[in-house]
């Protein structure tokens, strides 16, 4: 048989950070994939250790564009317990309401590109319509449309009011609408099903040696999510269940961020509604921190972020680590992959949800003469090798 | 003979996009420039399935010194006339990571920008803008 | 306030945080015990202290048995910076593997996955520079 050798990656038409996946494939079926990286290495932890506390909360931000709020919120909840500083009630509360939105847009994204990736280009038009909305109340909050920038050490930059609660409140109810619709289409459309369901099974008793995290992890039946086990921000006070399922495949976990998004809008209503009076806005900048060493989790919406950070007293960092989630949802994941057929390979990776995305151009080589075709992403998706 | 190639780019730019080592900021707003919403099939911009399509480039990122070589093969795969804008800080500038070890700052020091289109992340109206501009600079 | 894992005490630095220093050589008892405390692999954190001549070493475990984080720290010497692997035991932790041979040049015995330019760039590789390290020049 014919060993296909395909690179996919690093350029997608539309978003993500570019990777490279090599798959080595038999006719149809997968035997091996490889993940390549080094396209979006920034050079991040050196960066910090040259910079200043203040100026680090800017540099962690632009990690990650899609999820920019947590980011932030790690690294500063971080530093402010090497400073000793405790911001009030009320501004944990607006952090914990802009990473809430923050989880909205980004499942909201991810399934519209799930759509996307299996040809329903119609549904992915419709869901970044109705992410438009999300995107909408993040501008409204935070005055930003992506990097929301609202944190500050020792509280946040921007108060809401109650004008702002009254438009929240009313977009919600249409979003809230709209995300239970597509949550109905992902249940029952067949097709949708019928490609998802048994795609990249992870079982439960393989998860945690693995060491995926978030809605990922969730998907394979184990209940764990920072927000509840290592609470932080307005967490202790907003109530939320977690979600999660046993079958754990890429059905599994594109309805578990489905899901997570209708729990993330009841608290985003409960938050705006309940968030306790007092100042929120900090008045000094606090520019040194003591020695000492933190590790610090979030449950960012691709699943667990960690910032491990060494102060050796002074204004920068001494060493700042962060692990991303999906560092280890995507580069563990390589053997999940064999044995499925080559059109379930952008299906399974999508389900991860990477924060670094495969791309549009695929090139297949055939082994016998060396030739080389150019193949779309979804094109590979349909794929059918005779 | 030029000419008239530069004219059809002017009525139907099709655009090619380049993520070279984003935070995914400017790569989010770009998709969404590119969604009915804000509408960017009145310009007749459609995203090209491969460069071998392309008309534009849009490049993202603080230019990583890995992503910055297939960046060059993708620029010189393209046919002619073809032009590139720069979209976002990172690109024009570097960014948050100017002068960081793993990347080169700065699109232009890889290959010739046409447009740049500043903001981080510049808003959808902003990267259509920033192509209208192109297609004027154009035609 | 203490844990016991195995024969280890981790000992409580913070709420929910957990610390116990080990040796070089009790490194891999130690991941197989927490391992079995219902615990997967979070982080590894490559800390250079030039001024002790050391590189540290933390392993950052949550563990779900006890809703806590378990850490792991051990040190090396940093001009001789070679550490048993532990991917048998955790495969999870090939990724933090990868990054700190790479970017710190700690070598994981074991390992056969190891490479330069696993995220450094070429000319960081070619010049034998590991950027984590304090005196990298970069």
């Known amino acids: 048989m014919v060993v296909v050798e395909i690179p996919i990656g690093p350029q997608h038409p539309a978003l993500h950070e570019p990777i490279m996946l090599k798959v080595r494939a038999e006719g149809e079926e997968v035997v091996e994939v490889s993940v390549n990286t080094g396209y979006n290495h920034r050079g991040v932890e050196k960066l910090l250790e040259k910079n200043s506390w203040v100026r680090g909360m800017y540099i962690a931000d632009r990690v990650c564009g899609i999820c920019n709020a947590v980011h932030m919120q790690t690294y500063v909840q971080g530093v402010e317990k090497l400073m000793d500083i405790e911001p009030p009630p009320r501004a944990n509360y607006i952090r914990t309401l802009v990473m809430e939105l923050e989880r909205i847009h980004s499942h909201m994204l991810v399934v519209a590109v799930m759509a996307e990736v299996i040809g329903f280009d119609t549904l992915f038009m419709m869901i970044m319509r109705d992410r438009e909305r999300v995107m909408y109340l993040k501008e409204l909050v935070t005055g930003n449309r992506v990097h929301a920038d609202i944190h500050m050490l020792g509280g946040v930059k921007r108060d809401i009011d109650e004008a702002k609660r009254d438009k929240i409140l009313k977009e919600l109810g249409v979003i809230e609408e709209r995300i239970k619709h597509y949550k109905k289409v992902f249940e029952t459309d067949y097709t949708i099903v019928k490609r998802l369901s048994e795609a990249g099974i992870i079982k439960r008793s393989e998860a945690l040696r693995l060491s995926i995290v978030g809605p990922t992890l969730r998907a394979s039946g184990i209940k764990s999510d920072v927000r509840s086990d290592d609470p932080y921000a307005a967490y202790p006070e907003v109530p939320f269940n977690v979600i999660s399922r046993d079958e754990g495949d890429s059905w599994a976990r594109m309805m578990v961020r489905l899901e997570e998004a209708l729990e993330s809008v009841n608290m985003v209503r409960y938050i705006v509604e309940k968030i306790p009076q007092g100042p929120a806005i900090p008045k000094a900048i606090p520019r040194a921190a003591k020695p000492g060493e933190v590790i610090s989790r979030v449950e960012a919406p691709r699943g667990e972020l960690l910032y491990h950070i060494i102060s050796i007293g002074g204004a920068n960092p001494y060493r700042v680590k962060i692990r991303t989630p999906s560092f280890l949802n995507i580069l563990n994941t390589e053997k999940v992959y064999i044995g499925h057929r080559l059109a379930d390979v952008p299906v399974i990776f999508v389900s991860y949800d990477p924060c670094i995305s495969c791309t549009e151009r695929v090139v297949v080589i055939d082994e016998k003469n060396g030739k080389k075709t150019y193949m779309s992403m979804r094109d590979l998706a349909k794929v059918r090798v005779e | ?78 046919p002619s006339p073809k032009f590139v804008i720069a979209c976002g800080a990172c690109a024009i500038s570097g960014g948050v990571f100017s002068g960081s070890y793993p990347v080169f700052s700065r699109a232009d020091s890889v290959v010739p920008v046409d447009v740049y289109v500043p903001g981080c992340p510049p808003r959808p109206e902003a990267v259509i803008y920033g192509i209208k501009k192109l297609l004027d600079k154009v035609g | 306030m203490e844990i016991n894992v195995g024969r280890f005490v981790f000992k409580e630095v913070s709420p929910r945080r957990y610390v116990a220093s080990v040796a070089l050589s009790e490194l891999r008892e130690a991941v197989g015990a927490v391992v079995m405390e219902d615990s997967y692999f979070s982080a590894l954190t490559a800390v250079d202290l030039p001024k002790d001549g050391k590189i540290e070493l933390d392993y950052v475990f949550w563990s779900i048995k006890h809703r806590v984080a378990l850490i792991i720290k051990v040190t090396v010497d940093r001009n001789n910076a070679v550490v048993p692997t532990v991917i048998d035991i955790v495969p999870g932790a090939l990724g933090g593997e990868l990054e700190a041979y790479d970017l710190m040049g700690v070598t994981f015995e074991g390992n056969n996955r190891l490479r330069r330019g696993f995220l450094a760039p070429e000319d960081m590789v070619e010049k034998g520079i590991y950027p984590l390290r304090k005196d990298s020049g970069v």
């Open chain 2, 1 to 78: 003979m030029g000419l008239e190639r530069v004219k059809a780019i002017k009525y139907s730019p099709w655009v090619m996009h380049f993520n070279a080592g984003a935070c995914n900021g400017c790569d989010i707003e770009v998709l969404a420039a590119l969604t009915p919403f804000f509408d960017p099939e009145r310009l007749g911009v459609k995203l090209a399935p491969n460069p071998r399509h392309a008309d534009i480039i849009i490049v993202t990122g603080a230019l990583n010194k890995k992503a910055a070589e297939r960046l060059k093969r993708l620029y010189d795969q393209t």
